[in-house]
């Protein structure tokens, strides 16, 4: 389909709904380096109410063979916006597929939710196998 024919509006969500997860050859596969990114703008819904909750998105990792291609994660977390699910499921869904996307050497993820009900939520995600020695900076905000 091209470019005039699309729906007007439709480009940003027929991309969301078409997106996966995509890797890219890591440079620097035999150097233990942090990979730093920020997601300020995560949106997702209350399972319980419908009402949508807001986050930053702090993922940290030491990749291994392959990086994240950064486009396909935005798409990847756009796909949240109406999905609903808990702040736990949240943070542990997202570690959970890039660690099967990517088997990097060490990656946490930080869902750090707004106040919503007088609460304020930061789920950390962890994952380092036990011989893991490398680095693991200290979650900063």
Known sequence: MDEQSRTPGRY??????ASHLETWPNAYPERD???????PEFTCL????????FATITIDYVPGQYV???KS????????????ISHESAANTLLNDLLAL???RWMRVVADFTVRGNIKT?????????EYQGPCPEYRR
């Open 102 to 104: 990517l088997s990097p």
């Open 122 to 130: 930061i789920i950390f995600a962890e994952h380092a196998p036990p």
């Open 68 to 70: 994240v291609e950064l």
């Open 12 to 17: 940003g969500i027929d991309e969301i709904e």
């Open 73 to 84: 994660l935005k798409l990847y977390i756009n796909t949240y916006r109406n999905r609903q």
């Open 46 to 53: 209350c399972p319980r109410s419908g009402f949508p909750d």
């Open 33 to 39: 380096y942090v990979v730093h990114l920020e997601i």
